[in-house]
């Protein structure tokens, strides 16, 4: 029908029945040896089915399940409140110890340099600022990621809370 070549040629004449609702005894009595033909008359009977259903209004919600949806929503916002204070706090944390770690770093340099230190105690040095820009850049990323999957996902009754909650 949609597509697909039709392997019946009594098809055509099986859809036009369902269509009138005027099932044929002989397009019935074709139907039950042909295996295209009953697919059709079941998809026919099944959609008649369907538009028989009336269409209401969505059912009206009585005061307790509005109630409840305020306090999950209440609680919600709570927690937002509560994840944005730590979200704060973690950037803090990123990048005081990333600035404490530069500047221990700094620090050594300064200190080991006019002594003469050996190529080794340098080159060591050299691969902790090395790891140290690495890291500063993993956690950049991290944070930035972080901070816009929390944007986009929201925390909308419609998007489910973007916590996983649901508001139905």
């Known amino acids: 029908m949609w597509g697909r070549p039709s392997a019946c040629p009594d098809e055509a004449e099986t859809v036009k029945a369902?269509?009138?609702?005027?099932?044929a005894a002989a397009v019935s009595g074709h139907a039950a040896t042909c295996a295209v033909c009953r697919e059709t008359l079941a998809v026919a009977t099944w959609m008649h089915e369907l538009a028989s259903v009336p269409v209401d209004a969505p059912p009206q919600l009585n005061a307790s399940s509005l109630w409840f949806k305020a306090q999950l929503?209440?609680?919600w916002d709570v927690e937002r409140q509560v994840l944005r204070s730590i979200d704060v706090g973690e950037h803090v944390q990123a990048g005081v110890g990333l600035a404490g770690a530069a500047i221990m770093l700094v620090w050594l340099w300064t200190q080991m340099r006019p002594a003469g230190v050996s190529p080794m105690v340098t080159a060591a040095l050299l691969a902790s600022a090395a790891l140290l820009v690495a890291t500063a850049l993993f956690v950049a990323r991290e944070l930035v990621s972080s901070s816009t999957t929390d944007v986009s996902q929201g925390f909308?009754?419609?998007a489910g809370g973007g916590r996983g909650h649901s508001a139905s």
């Open 73 to 75: 929503l209440r609680r």
């Open 156 to 158: 909308s009754p419609e």
């Open 18 to 23: 369902a269509r009138s609702k005027a099932e």
